[in-house]
């Protein structure tokens, strides 16, 4: 089971409402939102098509099982939109358990069933693709199976991340011949990918407590590679590869990560100023932790802090909004970001 350091990686990105806004009946989407996992609901009237795509979200914080198996003459592809927190297992052997990073790509083969245990909110993009529309391999390559493609994970692969950027961008458009261009090019970059030679163990979970109990306490701190590998108790070229097989990040990023999130807490809790906040997460300087902090979030630490507190002010009943909220954020608007 992974510890709270871990589960705050599910919030690193933005999270959709519960309820989406449904401006687009689903008949003129791109791809349909699904009512149950890995099932989305054919088109009336039409034919199947060789490929379908559809997209997965959950809102839900509490753990949450589901069930699905490939159709015999279908693959599965799902590429993470958001970060989360999951369990994939099949019978008795586990795929994949812990935080699964946005940009994660997995691949599933035909006639293969699937479990998968939710921990924290969740968005997918899925692509139900037949067997027929993956290119043949290159020539000197080995030839494809659904074997050797089957439970395929590969952590934050930026060009799939990417390709699902492009189609939930414009999903709903009504663009079909778009979404399936962007599914085969998918497909494409899945068949023709180089499959890893060596598979590199993942960090085992009790020395990963360990570092992620190192960063907890030490984040406002100094941290380099040499003393995290230390705390694990590995070379840092072992410790490294270790580490990223089982978070998704390399260490800086991961340590990045969790000061950002930190700061989050401080931003959205505290009336701490932007320089104050970025000493006590660890950056020297208020402008470092603002070009950082806009890099994974997107957003400026004080655009960031209201729209925190707006979401929160939102969320509360009428007239239990706080009076002075409106000119706060627009005193801090006013300052430098």
């Given amino acids: 089971m992974l510890t709270d350091m871990q589960a705050a990686g599910a ?15 689903q008949r003129t989407r791109a791809f349909p939102h699904e009512r149950k996992w890995r099932q989305p609901e054919p088109r009336a009237g039409l034919a199947p098509e060789d490929i379908t795509i559809s997209r997965w979200t959950s809102a839900q914080t509490a753990v949450r099982s589901e069930e699905a198996t490939t159709p015999p003459d279908r693959y599965f592809f799902s590429v ?102 962007i599914a085969r090019t998918l497909a494409m970059h899945v068949a023709r990918r180089e499959l890893p030679r060596a598979k590199v163990n993942a960090l085992p979970k009790w020395r990963l407590r360990r570092v992620e109990e190192y960063v907890r306490t030490h984040f406002d701190r100094c941290i380099c590679l040499s003393d995290l590998a230390d705390v694990a108790g590995l070379s840092r070229m072992h410790f490294a590869a270790q580490f990223r097989a089982a978070t998704g990040y390399r260490p800086r990023e ?22 104050e906040v970025a000493l006590a997460v660890g950056f020297c300087t208020q402008a470092h932790f603002s070009t950082v902090f806009k890099r994974i979030t997107g957003d400026t630490p004080a655009r960031w802090r209201c729209a925190s507190r707006n979401a929160l002010a939102s969320s509360r009943p009428a007239g239990v909004m706080p009076t002075d909220l409106r000119e706060s954020c627009e005193t801090r608007n006013s300052l430098p970001m």
């Fill in 254 to 275: 991961y340590l990045l990560h969790q000061r950002i999130e930190h700061a989050k807490s401080l931003l959205a809790n505290s009336e701490t100023s932007l320089a």
């Fill in 11 to 25: 919030r690193l990105t933005y999270q959709p409402s519960p309820r989406e806004p449904d401006c687009f009946p």
């Fill in 80 to 181: 993470a939109l958001k970060t989360t927190r999951l369990k994939l297992t099949r019978g008795s052997q586990t795929i994949f358990d812990g935080v699964m990073p946005a940009g994660t790509l997995y691949v599933g083969a035909p006639s293969k069933p699937l479990c998968a245990q939710f921990h924290a909110p969740c968005d997918f993009l899925h692509f139900h693709v037949s067997v027929n529309c993956l290119p043949s391999p290159q020539s000197g390559t080995e030839p494809l199976t659904s074997e050797g493609l089957n439970d395929l994970v590969v952590l934050r692969d930026p060009f799939a991340e990417q390709l699902a950027k492009a189609l939930t961008e414009h999903g709903h458009l009504a663009d079909q011949e778009f979404a399936r261009c």
